[in-house]
């Protein structure tokens, strides 16, 4: 849980090549919440939406970087199979020992696509992949606003387009 649950999620099972698998996704009353696409970051509660195609082992993903450098990676390991959120570098870390960590889930590689849904809002980041067969919430402290998100890859992978669009409050005036 990771002291929070800040996107309401549908539950539901889907079939997969491997059998029938629990899936989690945002409910879709988020998108009433969705502006239009942007080109960059210019607020900190946003969705990501992106695919990679992968064709090697390594690690793939995005970094989400802010002014003083600080970042969060979101991604997947072809050689260990897993997704994963690192947050190692994320900004403020330092207030425990035991918060600096990559968490992350297992998910056998196929070929082909791997999709993602990234919601980032202040000081949390949920992952949802492969529609939503893996879900991941994480706290994340940044001392300053997100300014990129940029690709990288050691897998010979690439990134196919990303969507990205600001997520207006649930708060009335805000």
């Given at each position: 849980w990771r002291g929070q649950m800040t996107i309401p999620r549908e539950l539901g099972l889907k079939t997969f090549?491997?059998?029938?698998?629990?899936?989690?996704?945002?409910?879709?009353?988020?998108n009433t919440l969705r502006g239009k696409p942007a080109r960059s970051l210019k607020t900190r509660s946003f969705e990501i939406r992106g695919d990679i195609e992968f064709t090697a082992e390594g690690e793939t993903g995005w970094k989400l970087t802010a002014k003083d450098g600080s970042y969060t990676s979101v991604g997947y390991d072809a050689?260990?199979?897993q997704v994963f959120v690192d947050r190692t570098h994320s900004g403020l870390v330092a207030f425990s020992d035991r918060?600096?960590?990559r968490?992350?889930?297992?998910?056998?590689?196929?070929?082909?696509?791997?999709?993602?849904?990234i919601l980032v809002d202040r000081n949390s980041i949920e992952v949802f992949a492969d529609q939503g067969r893996v879900a991941?919430?994480?706290l994340i402290f940044p001392e300053a606003a997100p300014v990129s998100f940029d690709f990288y890859s050691t897998a010979g992978a690439t990134s196919l387009p990303i969507t990205i669009s600001p997520l207006k409050s649930i708060w009335s005036g805000k």
């Open positions: 090549p491997e059998g029938i698998r629990l899936v989690q996704t945002p409910i879709q009353g988020l050689t260990k199979e918060f600096p960590a968490t992350s889930a297992p998910l056998p590689r196929r070929k082909g696509r791997l999709t993602f849904d991941l919430t994480n």
